[in-house]
């Protein structure tokens, strides 16, 4: 098999396009300054375990792998983040299909959804992310803090929505108001990604 490095991926609409709610200067910095370290510090640290296997080094296993896991799920959340992300459109974006009624069903109205994951987001103590998942043992799409990029990450649960809550995602624009940047999150939701990876979950 080919070996391949994590890359950085291009984003699916312009630096500008999340305004007002993101900002073009905020958006760059998160995309090439922040999420690009995560790449290039799992890339960084694959290259370290393979050296100290070719010299027969033991290395640092621990602290190494630990770092591995932040580094890697950094990258595959950022990844999730703006793949789950759109340019605003006027009416709103409500959920369709699949996502809309799993939504309804778990949460009884997308406004108690929305005001939980709001408050999910808000709770994060420190760094981290709000993340709507779906558990494939009880069929239900579930809510989840995930601390810094990795802590309290169960992997059977696949990600149907993420929200970066780390004050590198919103400083620059919100200042220390995180509760104003999670209320313009839900006007540049992709709804449609969101019902696509739910689909692909449920076939
Ligand atoms: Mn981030």
Redesign the pocket.
């Known amino acids: 098999m080919d070996k391949k490095p994590y890359v950085l991926p291009q984003l699916g609409f312009g630096y500008k396009d999340l305004e007002p709610y993101i900002s073009q200067e905020q958006l760059q910095l998160?995309h090439q300054k922040?999420?690009a370290a995560y790449v290039n510090g799992a890339n960084a640290i694959l290259e370290t375990l393979e050296k100290n296997r070719r010299e027969g080094i033991d290395g640092d296993i621990k602290a190494l792998s630990k770092a591995f896991s932040f580094n890697a799920a950094?990258h595959l959340l950022?990844s999730l983040?703006w793949e789950n992300l759109s340019p605003p459109i006027k009416e709103g974006r409500p959920p369709q299909g699949f996502i809309a009624k799993a939504i309804d069903d778990e949460f009884g109205s997308f406004e108690r959804f929305r005001k939980e994951f709001s408050q999910a987001a808000i709770g994060v103590e420190g760094s981290g992310w709000a993340t709507l998942v779906f558990c494939r043992h009880t069929q239900r799409p579930l809510l989840m803090q995930v601390e810094k990029h990795n802590t309290n990450v169960i992997p059977m649960f696949r990600v149907l929505l993420v929200l970066?809550v780390?004050e590198?995602?919103y400083y620059l624009d919100y200042k220390n108001d995180r509760a104003k940047f999670v209320e313009g999150f839900w006007n540049i939701v992709n709804w449609a990604t969101v019902d696509l990876r739910l689909e692909a979950i449920l076939k």
């Open positions: 998160h922040h999420h950094g950022h983040f970066d780390w590198h995602a």
